[in-house]
Nanobody, 124 residues
Framework: QVQLVESGGGLVQAGGSLRLSCAASGRRFSTYNMAWFRQAPGMEREFVAAITWDGVRTTYADSVKGRFTISRDNAKSTVNLQMNSLESEDTAVYYC?????????????????WGKGTLVTVSS
């Protein structure tokens, strides 16, 4: 069992930056692959970025590649999403999630644990 709590959302102007954090409870965080997803109003939840349990491998949605960076600190049980050059299309609720193991998954339906999300609003 793992509980996830996101923070760091807010209102930012286009071109600006935000850093999201996800704090995890549970002793096995360091053995879990982690991912960020987002959901804009009226849209389906979509994959944003993922990172392996050891931080060696990362992958990104094409829409954020080169602008967003996912990272993790296993000692602090946190996973972060640095978002630069934000665009109005990035406006969404951002969720931290995990399937709870080392299987590499990026589909929302494959995730087992979810945080409640943090709202990011980018004004143009």
């Amino acid at each position: 069992q793992v509980q996830l709590v996101e923070s760091g959302g807010g209102l930012v102007q286009a071109g600006g930056s935000l850093r999201l954090s996800c704090a995890a409870s549970g002793r096995r965080f360091s053995t879990y692959n982690m991912a960020w997803f987002r959901q804009a109003p009226g849209m389906e939840r979509e994959f944003v970025a993922a990172i392996t349990w050891d931080g060696v491998r990362t992958t990104y949605a094409d829409s954020v590649k080169g602008r967003f960076t996912i990272s993790r600190d296993n000692a602090k049980s946190t996973v972060n999403l640095q978002m630069n050059s934000l665009e109005s299309e990035d406006t969404a609720v951002y969720y931290c999630a995990t399937r709870g193991g080392t299987v590499w998954e990026v589909m929302p339906k494959r995730m087992t644990y979810w945080g409640k999300g943090t709202l990011v609003t980018v004004s143009s």
